[in-house]
């Protein structure tokens, strides 16, 4: 019954991979304990060598700026300088909760719900996301068994004379099985392109699952600086409707794809050709952590120090 004490919650994420709202507010509570995090990220051991003075130093925190200072010749140092966070007029809270917000949820966060519950405008709001989705690009290579599908993403099916798909934007996706994901919008989806990111994401001597798609004829041929990358394709019949044979499949690359389209259609509506792969990025990064549980947030966060140019 509602309200009994002896009823335990039942909890779908382990213990060491919960990390709570409150979690949230507890590490992060002003703007200064962010800057501090940030500082560790990117000197783990503290600022001990100035530059000026050419020695190890002291650095202490300079009151009112986002600097550490040496405590000899007062030279400033910028944790965020290089980053996505320099120059920033918004809080660093207000960036961290956005973060947290886009690593807590599966489907997306929009710019609206940062400026409803912040109270940034939706100008600020858009641009933080922008700016943190840009930290979000993987270059991976995957490791067979690995599937290989291609869909379309926006605008409207034409019905009239001329190509059904002309408006509609291109994607190609790799994906480990029970593994990560390589999601790459594209110009065009024939042989050349295909088979070029083929062999730039997917590993020598993998096994690759595609569907009958011609332009995968050539995958077990292709080579790489002249080398046979030894590719072995194995295909499923979507035309018959035959979509499982045994382990012959796309149904992961496909689920993937659904958790795409669902996720924006249902939280971002649209999005346009120039930022779709931005997008992409956001989706796959979640998806290849998706068992840290809570703390995909704080390899968002990671990111901003990496990152830092």
């Not at 919960?18 to 501090?36: G, H, I, W």
């Not at 140092?77 to 660093?92: C, D, F, N, R």
């Not at 919008?185 to 042989?191: C, L, P, Q, R, V």
């Amino acid at each position: 019954m509602p309200g009994r004490k002896d009823i335990a919650v039942k909890q779908s994420i382990p213990q060491h991979l919960r990390y709570s709202f409150n979690d949230f507010l507890r590490q992060f509570p002003d703007d200064d304990a962010c800057l501090e995090h940030i500082k560790e990220q990117r000197w783990p051991k503290g600022i001990t060598y100035c530059e000026t003075c050419k020695a190890d130093k002291k650095h202490h925190r300079v009151a009112g700026r986002t600097a550490y200072a040496c405590e000899t010749c007062g030279w400033h140092i910028y944790p965020l300088a290089g980053t996505i966070l320099e120059k920033t007029t918004t809080s660093l809270r207000t960036w961290f909760y956005a973060m947290y917000l886009m690593g807590s949820t599966r489907c997306g966060i929009s710019a609206k719900q940062i400026q409803r519950e912040t109270s940034v405008t939706y100008k600020t709001a858009w641009r933080m996301f922008k700016q943190i989705r840009s930290l979000l690009c993987e270059n991976l290579q995957l490791e067979g068994p690995a599937e290989m599908d291609e869909t379309y993403f926006g605008g409207r099916l034409h019905h009239g004379k001329g190509p059904r798909l002309q408006n509609k934007t291109r994607i190609v996706g790799m994906v480990e099985r029970k593994g990560k994901v390589v999601a790459k919008t594209a110009i065009e989806t024939g042989s050349q392109q295909l088979l070029k990111l083929a062999a730039e994401h997917i590993l020598p001597d993998s096994t690759v699952y595609t569907d009958e798609y011609k332009a995968y004829n050539t995958l077990d041929k292709l080579k790489k600086d002249g080398k046979p990358l030894g590719y072995q394709h194995r295909r499923i019949h979507h035309a018959s409707k035959v979509y499982v044979m045994g382990d012959v499949h796309t149904n992961t690359v496909e689920g993937f794809w659904s958790l795409i389209k669902r996720g924006i259609g249902g939280v971002y509506h649209s999005v346009s050709q120039k930022y779709l792969q931005t997008y992409l990025d956001e989706y796959s990064f979640r998806y290849n952590r998706r068992d840290q549980g809570n703390l995909i947030f704080h390899s968002i966060l990671a990111e901003v120090s990496k990152r830092a140019k």
